[in-house]
């Protein structure tokens, strides 16, 4: 069933994809470290109980005597505790830190939307090529039968010592030639399927039964597409993202050169007795302040501002080479998109002039006024040229899914 096997595809492409679970993977550990960025934002709370026996001695006791004495005490304490820390974000310093971390997130994110659209674009690829193969092979197969219609007019011809031995052989020749050429257009559609076999996990047995034909070129981008379009493009998304994410960590360097503040404090229970460890008359609690700056470091901090300024420039830098590429292959597709064109509707044309002379050349040898090697020579070009609008037919589509990547989706006017 068709729809089955392109709903098991599609569950197979966004789930099971080796390089799709890796970029899945990087997406959840980046959402993770925003999330532990953000979490500094908060108090943190610890809590404990505890437990202490002590013994000490004491030198001296009694006071009143000549010879005093050494004494040994023993202390028990116990206690529940629940302890504070907390940095105040007074500049921003955390909080520029999460944001590059939900930057970075947002880059990978996109990273791995475009390894999805790049995944599906070049299995569309991959279902053109085989439905193209299947259609090459009912080519040759027909070629095949064409020839040996020929080889037998031909011979007939001999037979009737109108025709030389050297005519039969050529026509024999181009039987085996059109065998020869239909073995290996079936092993390349085997080759096709194997190759989607692997992408759907399957053993690539080649077997799997792909039916239908090349679809009719969709019609062309329209006209007026606003000139941002390249935005949508996953890579570009995720190289802004990037680049906004070194942005933040240099103002995070920044703001590490100014004092910190911090509220440290804890509260609980303290006795001498493990029963009244609950008591709440045995409450203590402690709350203190504290306020410090970094004076010398031997030039950390400095490195740490300079290293992320390095970084944010190959950052920009990275951002304008994905612009650049993304331009290419927008010209490189549209360029492609008027040659493909022109050379399919010449070869469309020349499919019509070699196949009415095709059937001239038959008509002209039966009625005995052609010859064998016209025959041959116009089935043979006709046959050709049938073969290479059939790939330019492939080729066109191949490029129009190129182009559609290219402009980061499907293309609408606004």
């Not at 040994?72 to 007074?90: H, P, R, T, V």
């Not at 109108?162 to 239909?182: C, F, G, R, T």
């Not at 300079?306 to 830098?317: E, F, G, V």
């Not at 049938?386 to 606004?414: C, F, P, Y």
Request: glycine letters at 6%; a positive charge; hydrophobic letters at 40%.
């Amino acid at each position: 069933d068709a729809g089955a096997f392109r709903e098991q595809l599609s569950i197979y492409l966004n789930t099971s994809a080796l390089d799709i679970k890796k970029a899945a993977n990087n997406v959840q550990r980046a959402a993770s470290n925003a999330r532990i960025s953000g979490s500094n934002k908060f108090p943190k709370f610890s809590g404990g109980v505890g437990g202490q026996r002590n013994q000490q001695a004491f030198l001296g006791l009694p006071f009143d005597t000549d010879d005093p004495q050494l004494s040994k005490s023993l202390f028990n304490a116990y206690g529940l505790s629940l302890d504070m820390q907390w940095e105040i974000d007074l500049w921003g310093r955390i909080k520029a830190g999460q944001e590059a971390d939900i930057a970075q997130f947002e880059a990978t994110y996109e990273t791995l939307q475009g390894i999805q659209n790049s995944l599906a674009a070049q299995t569309a690829k991959i279902w053109f090529a085989i439905l193209g193969s299947r259609q090459q092979v009912a080519l040759a197969e027909s070629s095949l039968e064409s020839f040996k219609g020929s080889q037998k007019i031909i011979q007939q011809a001999y037979d009737s010592s109108n025709a030389k031995a050297s005519q039969v052989y050529l026509a024999i020749s181009d039987v085996k030639v059109a065998e020869a050429l239909l073995i290996d257009r079936r092993a390349q559609t085997r080759a096709a399927i194997r190759q989607l076999e692997i992408m759907m996990g399957r053993y690539p047995s080649g077997k799997l039964h792909a039916q239908g034909s090349l679809p009719s070129m969709p019609p062309p981008p329209p006209p007026g597409l606003p000139s941002d379009l390249l935005f949508r493009r996953t890579d570009i998304k995720a190289a802004e993202r990037r680049l906004a994410a070194s942005d933040r960590r240099i103002k995070e360097a920044r703001l590490a050169l100014l004092p910190q503040i911090s509220l440290t404090g804890n509260t609980g229970t303290a006795t001498e007795s493990l029963r009244y460890i609950a008591d709440s008359t045995a409450a203590v609690w402690s709350l203190a302040g504290q306020t410090g700056a970094q004076l010398f470091r031997g030039g950390e901090i400095l490195a740490n501002l300079k290293i992320r300024k390095i970084n944010q420039s190959d950052s920009l830098l990275d951002y304008k080479n994905t612009y650049l590429e993304a331009l290419k292959d927008v010209e490189t597709c549209l360029d492609n998109e008027v040659v493909l064109k022109k050379r399919w509707q010449a070869l469309t044309a020349a499919k019509t002039s070699s196949t009415d002379s095709y059937n001239r050349a038959l008509m002209e040898y039966k009625i005995g006024i052609g010859t064998s090697t016209n025959l041959l020579l116009s089935q043979r070009q006709m046959l050709s040229v049938s073969s290479q609008v059939l790939e330019l037919e492939r080729m066109r589509l191949e490029n129009r899914i190129n182009l559609h990547l290219s402009l980061g989706g499907t293309a609408k006017k606004q």
